[in-house]
């Protein structure tokens, strides 16, 4: 309902699945082949599928916000490099400090939870560095005005293309407008 799509909202919840099958795959080469742990625990997938679901939805919606709210004045192309800019250093720090902490879960002597931090840590990783900032950006570079269906910004034809490279300028804040009733003369 937030972003006032049907499209932005399957793709992006399709990218979360991606990246916790990846983060699963990954991991499960990791405790095989270097920590020498075949067997998990039976609710190990699903507790990680909480953990990065949850964190990797979130993450969508920031990015997706602020291309939504950039896409009205630039088209959605542009939107997509614009939000990338604006919101990729605080995505990524935070993705950061969330992998180190469930890291340190790897360092416990019980393995299920070596296992679920590893595999979150694994998870937070992906979906931060890689769906997010290459992913979830090229399918709003492919998919344009029509990754808003079927709300009013998926109908505009007037979308400018994508700059094909560059400088992303972000755009400042919009200053607060005065009113009439604000503006009090002094004296």
């Known amino acids: 309902?937030?972003?006032r799509a049907i499209t932005a909202p399957v793709i992006l919840i399709a990218t979360v699945v991606l990246s916790y099958g990846a983060a699963l795959g990954l991991s499960a080469l990791i405790f095989d082949a270097f920590?020498?742990?075949?067997?998990?625990?039976s609710s190990f997938p699903l507790f990680v599928f909480v953990f990065l679901v949850a964190l990797g939805i979130d993450y969508n919606i920031f990015l997706m916000t602020r291309v939504r709210e950039e896409a009205h004045d630039h088209g959605t192309r542009r939107a997509a490099l614009i939000g990338l800019a604006a919101t990729g250093g605080v995505i990524t720090s935070a993705g950061m400090v969330l992998a180190a902490t469930f890291a340190v879960l790897g360092t416990l002597p019980l393995t299920f939870l070596t296992q679920l931090g590893i595999a979150v840590a694994l998870g937070v990783l992906l979906d931060t560095m890689v769906v997010r900032s290459v992913l979830v950006t090229a399918l709003?570079?492919?998919l344009g005005r029509h990754m808003w269906w079927p709300s009013r910004l998926a109908q505009r034809h007037d979308e400018p293309e994508a700059t094909g490279?560059?400088?992303?300028?972000?755009?400042?804040?919009?200053?607060?407008?005065d009113t009439p009733q604000d503006v009090r003369p002094r004296g």
């Open 140 to 142: 709003n570079l492919d």
């Open 1 to 3: 309902m937030l972003l």
């Open 35 to 41: 920590l020498g742990v075949s067997t998990t625990d």
């Open 165 to 177: 490279g560059g400088d992303v300028q972000v755009p400042a804040p919009r200053a607060r407008q």
